[in-house]
């Protein structure tokens, strides 16, 4: 059955603090890997996709990778408008290109 | 900015109500998924469209639920007889299908909640 699993569940960093988030994902024919931010009350805002594993993707402090069974969001020195949930989802390679997402992780960034 | 649109944004009904919300996506995407997210979950999968036929259903989906998209441009998702567990937050998605590519992006989504 395909899983993806988000850890930790949440995460306090004081501003400037570095640190990574963890997606593992078992997922059937998988087509790509995406990260999503989401603020409370609003649709997930869409990060990156990653392909194939060894794969790299930057946007500001945030970076995405992605190995064979894992995707890592590392966050360099962050600042209090980074807190947010960040979800992880996999793509299927089949008809309906559904995504099965993981349960996020809430980022807290304290000033 | 013409994002993907959701209407209503809050919706408040009470146990046994019927209930629509409707999306808009975004202008020439060909692709429309319906996801229901319950508080500290991540999206589940509930429907897609790809124009106007419907070509997956999740099991999540009871026949009280019905999702159509005629002439494949907006959507609309019907509740009949809302249950309590029902409340959650209701999100649309539409893609553009390209060859090696389909990024999905979300609309603000409808908050139900059945009292």
């Known amino acids: 059955e395909d899983q993806v699993t988000q850890s930790p569940e949440a995460l306090r960093l004081q501003e400037g603090e570095s640190s990574s988030l963890n997606c593992s994902y078992t997922v059937s024919g998988l087509r790509g890997l995406f990260w999503y931010r989401q603020d409370p009350g609003k649709g997930p805002e869409f990060l990156f996709t990653?392909?194939?594993a060894g794969e790299e993707k930057e946007k500001e402090r945030l970076k995405a990778t992605l190995t064979k069974k894992e995707s890592f969001l590392h966050i360099t020195a962050p600042k209090p408008e980074d807190s947010a949930t960040y979800l992880c989802?996999?793509?299927?390679?089949?008809?309906?290109?559904?995504?099965?997402f993981g349960s996020g992780t809430r980022l807290l960034v304290r000033p | 900015d013409t994002g993907v649109s959701q209407d209503p944004r809050h919706k408040i009904t009470k146990r046994g109500q019927n209930v629509t919300f409707r999306c808009d996506p975004i202008s020439e995407h060909n692709r429309l998924y319906w996801y229901r997210q319950t508080l500290g979950q991540g999206p589940e999968f509930l429907t897609y469209f790809q124009n106007e036929a419907q070509l997956e259903k999740s099991r999540l989906l009871s026949d009280r639920f019905s999702a159509e998209r005629p002439k494949g441009s907006f959507s609309t998702l019907e509740i009949q007889r809302t249950e309590q567990g029902d409340s959650a937050m209701y999100l649309c998605?539409?893609?553009?299908?390209?060859?090696?590519?389909?990024?999905?992006?979300f609309g603000p989504g409808t908050r139900l909640t059945v009292l």
């Open positions: 989802a996999g793509g299927r390679m089949d008809s309906s290109y559904k995504l099965i």
């Open positions: 990653l392909y194939s």
């Open positions: 998605a539409s893609s553009l299908a390209l060859r090696g590519t389909d990024t999905q992006y």
